[in-house]
């Protein structure tokens, strides 16, 4: 991941409060507008924003909440953020680190719109709780999210073509994340409860050792992008309806050793919209109310078989329906199945009992 947090001197609040000179911290106020480096000093409860960044070009500012809450009434926004392109051609970059921020329509940014405000945005241990939304997709390049936690606060993402979004070490809680465009996706030791990710563009998506639990659907690609390979990696996906949608593989894709137990339908399906290597392998499909493991190796489009799609070494126990469910793939072996409900328990490949 090409984000790094930089080590920000703190220079104390300026608040455009008339004056020529910077308004010291003590003195900001609710609609208090940033334009350098802050250290918060009190909570502030507001109705409507409580603060609003001015970017200045291609400069890095920090805001640190030193603890503190930023606390709105449901309206406005915690950390407001514009540009102003005629004087500054270049988008600036934003870290927030260290507090909460609760009760604003949004969290951070403001707006619902694609016009981008900042380059590069760093969230990073924060507590972001009950706002309607959490992040705007108006960020351009960069997002990363980390050691932080996304509680009752809706969707957030952002609309980045070819940008990036990463979170890591975090928590979401009946919070998701929507990648919204051409994008990289990096996901990393999160736990996800009530929530989860989804892709509504071709997308690449890395997703390493994290926990979806509870949710609909886990984790959705809408169409992987084939720039680079898309890996759902050492992951567990428990009591989810589904734990893996990948609907429209277009790019190659590796799904391994992840476990996908007690979904309520499948533990994953899939469809391949183009001939790349797709491998399904090593992975624990148990417990789960219908298939473990179900889709098609065929383009829909051509009907014909994309048998770059390789199923090999995966485990299904306890499956309410056929424990591996594929059409048109290479059987890779070393397959196992027992106690699954449907008869044959494998179809497409061959099972062994464990």
Not at 17 to 22: M, R, V
Not at 162 to 170: D, V
Request: one cysteine or more.
């Amino acid at each position: 991941m090409r984000v790094h947090l930089m080590a920000a001197l703190l220079f104390g609040a300026v608040a455009t409060t008339g004056s020529a000179f910077p308004a010291p911290a003590k003195s900001l106020h609710c609609g208090d507008t940033i334009t350098t480096d802050t250290v918060l000093t009190k909570n502030l409860v507001c109705a409507g924003t409580a603060l609003n960044l001015s970017t200045t070009g291609d400069h890095m500012v920090t805001i640190d909440l030193n603890g503190h809450r930023l606390k709105g009434n449901g309206t406005g926004t915690g950390i407001s953020v514009t540009w102003n392109y005629q004087a500054y051609p270049q988008l600036g970059s934003l870290t927030v680190t260290n507090g909460t921020i609760t009760g604003f329509a949004a969290a951070m940014i403001g707006g619902s719109g694609r016009d981008f405000v900042l380059n590069t945005l760093t969230l990073t241990d924060l507590r972001l709780v009950a706002n309607n939304a959490w992040l705007p997709p108006s960020i351009r390049r960069e997002v990363l999210v980390k050691n932080s936690s996304i509680i009752d606060s809706g969707f957030g993402g952002a609309y980045n073509s070819s940008g990036s979004l990463t979170a890591q070490n975090s928590l979401f809680l009946r919070s998701g994340i929507n990648s919204e465009d051409e994008s990289f996706n990096y996901l990393y030791n999160n736990t996800f409860i009530e929530a989860g990710f989804r892709a509504s563009a071709e997308s690449d998506v890395i997703a390493i050792n994290n926990i979806f639990r509870d949710c609909d659907t886990a984790l959705t690609v809408n169409g992987t992008w084939s720039q680079a390979p898309t890996r759902v990696e050492d992951n567990k996906f428990i009591h989810c309806r589904i734990g893996v949608d990948l609907p429209q593989m277009s790019g190659p894709v590796s799904v391994q050793r992840n476990l996908f137990s007690k979904n309520t339908q499948a533990g994953m399906t899939f469809s391949v919209l183009a001939p790349h290597q797709v491998d399904i392998a090593d992975n624990t499909f148990a417990g789960n109310a219908g298939d473990g493991l179900t889709g098609s190796g065929e383009d829909p489009n051509t009907a014909l078989p994309a048998t770059v799609v390789r199923v090999t070494g995966n485990l299904a126990v306890r499956n309410a329906g056929h424990g591996i469910n594929v059409i048109n793939v290479t059987d890779g072996g070393a397959n196992r199945a027992r106690g699954n409900g449907s008869s044959p328990e494998c179809l497409g490949v061959v099972c062994a009992k464990p």
